[in-house]
């Protein structure tokens, strides 16, 4: 068996471990995330690999390298899931680690090789996304433990019943001295390399994002007795903005999405009275996110003076871009080469991904392999190919030994 068909077929096996009859769902800290991590646990080991659950619950393999003790080379990704989730999204990753690290047995590395199952990246249960390795980063906020779901059950209480001293989540993080690096293959979670007829990509940078809750208030009145000249419509209002919202991001290249819009009061025969809207926007830099922020508060400002209207807007996430450090992105570039692909294909991530919240602590690049049906991600209709999964296998071994190759030690 072919390391890329063992990677498929594990991933098959833990699209089984999900609290989703007939779909797949594994959060954070539930009876899933234990299952996940004792299978791949013994993955790890069948790979050589000393398997360990942090204090965060993120599962680690570790061999050493010529010597013991060396900063550790971590690869991985995350085993966690969003609802009604693909079967590739973060355990591909980890399995194509796990493969690399098999592949890597007796090699003579001027570092330790880590290979890590992060969790909770997606925030499904939470709303605390990246928690894993913002807890390996040494970046945890203790205020998350007191966090509930959507059954009013405290992460700290989970923590607990999964084994966990919620206390000591914090004792997960890890020394910058302690690592020489992060690398991750994930699947692109867009269309652009379907649409080159690409297979992989280096990434530059992991986006730059902000999100806030906007209100636009007016007045509310009856619709068959307030004049077009008199209505204060929240919800015209806000339908302008939603529009100059896409009109901005195409004309930037960065991408603002409007997922959410509640109206009040909500009548069929009441003109709205206010309207609150989500909007998450996203880009390869922070100059350029904070620009088209500028320009969508200033439109809308303008649109509310307009039609009398009050504009609030509070920020509610903040993100700034993570960009691959120039010695692990060549590193990946070249492992692209060997594959046969002479001029390497690269993308900013339009996606977050732990490689965000590890950048604190080491730096790190990234790997994209092509997924089909449209790039969907985070649906069931996921899917990537066997040979894709190949190329991307002998490209991410060959980073990791071009890591090794560039210098005696790990900088």
Known sequence: MTGAVRALERCALLARLSSLPGGIERVTLSAEHAAANALVAGWL???????RQDPAGNLIGRREGRAAGLPALVLGSH???????????????VLLAIEV???????????????????DEEGTRFG???AGSRAFAGQWDPAWA??????????RDAAA???????RIADAGRRADELAGYLEVHIEQGPQLEDAGR???????IAAARRFELT??????????TPYDRRRDALVGASEIVLAVERIARETGTIGTVGRIAVEPGGVNVVPGAARLSLDLRAETDARRDEVWQRIDGFAREVCGRRGLRWEAAETYRADAAVCDPRLRAAVEAGIRTTGDADPFVLWSRAGHDGLAVSAATPFAMLFLRCGNGGVSHAPEETVTAGDVAVALDAFEAAVRAVAASGPEPR
Do not use: C, Q, Y
Request: hydrophobic residues 50%; glycine residues 16%; without cysteine.
């Open 101 to 119: 690290a098999d592949r890597l047995r007796g090699a003579d590395l001027p570092f330790a090789l880590e290979v890590v199952g992060f969790t």
């Open 216 to 225: 636009v208030t007016g007045r509310a009145g009856h619709a068959g007795g």
């Open 199 to 205: 297979a992989l990509a280096a990434v530059s940078a």
């Open 128 to 130: 605390t996304a990246l």
């Open 79 to 93: 085993l966690d899931t969003v609802p009604d989730a693909g079967a590739f999204d973060g355990m591909l990753g």
């Open 161 to 167: 019943a999964f084994g966990l001293d919620p206390d």
């Open 146 to 155: 007191e966090r509930v779901d959507a059954d009013g059950v405290a992460l």
């Open 45 to 51: 080991r069948e790979a050589g690999l000393e398997a």
